[in-house]
């Protein structure tokens, strides 16, 4: 009996992981593209019906919501579990992705071509892979008659690429009654795998991200000729601000969440990481340096630059737009620094802003985690990190959820991951994605 059973599970996976390579060549192919301009926006509608009528298939009863303006679409499924009581877990994923040069890439980046061992094109990785598995063991779930432990809601959802306005955070906002119980989430950027020595493979799990905070400067001077000696020229102090912030280095923080990856890093390969030269030890850390090194100081980067009409006029006002990431409880005294930096001509105006959030790395669901990822590879080592980026996660942490990274993938040693996020020639191994897809479900049954 129990042999009939544990045959049954693996032909049920075995379905999804197929299942899953093609949901993420298929959707791949319909072009969501997000410039965060909503009247050049295309494809989240199609996508959004596209994964509806795959729920259907298996017989979800999905809610489809266009949230606050035409064809950006969400769509949200629950699946029942036994115990009613216990808090729900939220698995989300974005259907948009960001824009792509065909010209610049070795295959359309809407072709979903499945060659080489990888599924290629824009989204593979950010973040149609994750939706893909997770469509796919929805499905599988649905179609065998598993019940999980706990309440699944199942969410995917329009505009995270732009900030979530007509998504996540719409939603929230409008719609939280689709999330009703919900006091967990996971969703991208987290629980893939880094090659840390031997053969021996650590998996990152998000704990916690940092906060957005897109700020425009400006500044005003008197207009003029450009013939003239001119001493109040907006353009140029605007760039000099502009030059001592983005050559500035804020301090090293160390939060709860960077301190324990790099503690589990030692643990796992000897390394040391003297805050002494804490940048030195970091950038040895291979690839994932780019990442980590952004989540030990607030960073602000420039973006934009805007000024003037005529080649011959001095204008009256320059303007710049300045990306920053601030770390969790650092806001005011990140926009204490600012002052000072840029000086009193500057004025400075936030576009747009989303908190830090950060979660511990403990409790049942991250027990679930790891053993799901173990059973799968054992040996393998579960371990926290910080994003540099955002997600969804910042809007449902709203609504009192701890939120995980967890979109689980084995990569090869030499796959320079965190370059595909809008990078060219996006691509995600077939591998992979089956082995992301026989965790999840391994996770979904269990957590």
């Known amino acids: 009996m129990h042999e009939q059973r544990d045959a049954a599970v693996g032909q049920g996976t075995s379905v999804a992981e197929e299942e899953a390579v093609v949901f993420t060549s298929e959707l791949i192919r319909i072009d969501t593209t997000n410039t965060g301009d909503p009247a050049t926006v295309v494809g989240e509608r199609v996508a959004a019906e596209y994964v509806a009528e795959k729920l259907g298939e298996v017989g979800f009863e999905t809610t489809y919501v266009e949230s606050g303006a035409k064809g950006r679409g969400n769509v949200v499924a629950r699946l029942a579990?036994?115990?009613?009581?216990?808090?729900?877990?939220?698995?989300?994923?974005?259907?948009?992705?960001?824009?792509?040069?065909?010209?610049?890439?070795?295959?359309?980046?809407?072709?979903?071509?499945?060659?080489?061992?990888?599924?290629?094109?824009?989204?593979?990785?950010?973040?149609?892979?994750?939706?893909?598995?997770?469509?796919?063991?929805?499905?599988?779930?649905?179609?065998?008659?598993?019940?999980?432990?706990?309440?699944?809601?199942?969410?995917?959802?329009?505009?995270?690429?732009?900030?979530?306005?007509?998504?996540?955070?719409?939603?929230?906002?409008?719609?939280?009654?689709?999330?009703?119980?919900?006091?967990?989430?996971?969703?991208?950027?987290?629980?893939?795998?880094?090659?840390?020595?031997?053969?021996?493979?650590?998996?990152?799990?998000?704990?916690?991200?940092?906060?957005?905070?897109?700020?425009?400067?400006?500044?005003?001077?008197?207009?003029?000729?450009?013939?003239m000696v001119h001493e109040d020229n907006a353009v140029t102090k605007l760039t000099q601000a502009v030059a001592r912030l983005g050559t500035h280095k804020f301090p090293l923080v160390l939060t709860d969440s960077v301190r324990d990856f790099l503690a589990a890093m030692t643990d796992l390969t000897g390394m040391e990481f003297d805050e002494e030269d804490l940048d030195g030890a970091v950038a040895k850390l291979g690839a994932v340096a780019r990442v980590v090194?952004?989540?030990?100081?607030?960073?602000?980067?420039?973006?934009?630059?805007?000024?003037?009409?005529?080649?011959?006029?001095?204008?009256?006002?320059?303007?710049?737009?300045?990306?920053?990431?601030?770390?969790?409880?650092?806001?005011?005294a990140f926009e204490r620094e600012l002052d000072e930096i840029l000086g009193p001509d500057v004025e400075r105006e936030w576009i747009t802003s989303s908190r830090a959030v950060e979660t511990t790395f403990d409790g049942a669901l991250v027990d679930h985690m790891t053993a799901s990822i173990t059973a799968e590879d054992p040996g393998a080592k579960a371990i926290p990190y910080m994003l540099s980026g955002g997600t969804d996660a910042k809007s449902f942490s709203t609504l009192g959820m701890r939120c995980f990274g967890f979109a689980p993938l084995r990569l090869p040693a030499d796959l320079d991951f965190t370059a595909l996020f809008h990078g060219v020639d996006e691509r995600v191994p077939v591998d992979a994605l089956k082995f992301g897809t026989r965790v999840l479900d391994r996770f979904l049954r269990n957590c």
Not at 116 to 131: E, I, N
Not at 209 to 224: D, S, T
Not at 320 to 332: E, I, K, S, T
């Open 81 to 227: 579990g036994r115990d009613a009581s216990r808090g729900a877990l939220l698995v989300h994923g974005h259907l948009d992705a960001v824009p792509a040069d065909a010209s610049e890439w070795s295959v359309h980046p809407f072709s979903g071509a499945v060659q080489d061992g990888y599924v290629w094109g824009r989204g593979a990785v950010d973040m149609k892979d994750m939706v893909a598995m997770t469509l796919a063991t929805a499905r599988r779930m649905k179609r065998d008659g598993i019940v999980p432990e706990r309440d699944i809601i199942f969410a995917f959802l329009a505009d995270e690429e732009a900030g979530g306005d007509y998504g996540a955070g719409w939603l929230v906002q409008n719609r939280p009654e689709l999330f009703e119980g919900a006091t967990e989430a996971i969703s991208e950027v987290g629980g893939f795998s880094i090659t840390v020595k031997d053969g021996v493979r650590a998996y990152l799990i998000e704990t916690a991200e940092k906060g957005i905070a897109w700020m425009r400067l400006r500044v005003r001077g008197r207009a003029g000729h450009g013939s």
């Open 293 to 332: 090194g952004a989540t030990i100081r607030d960073t602000a980067n420039p973006t934009m630059l805007s000024a003037g009409y005529k080649a011959n006029v001095i204008p009256s006002v320059a303007e710049a737009v300045v990306d920053c990431r601030v770390l969790p409880g650092r806001q005011a």
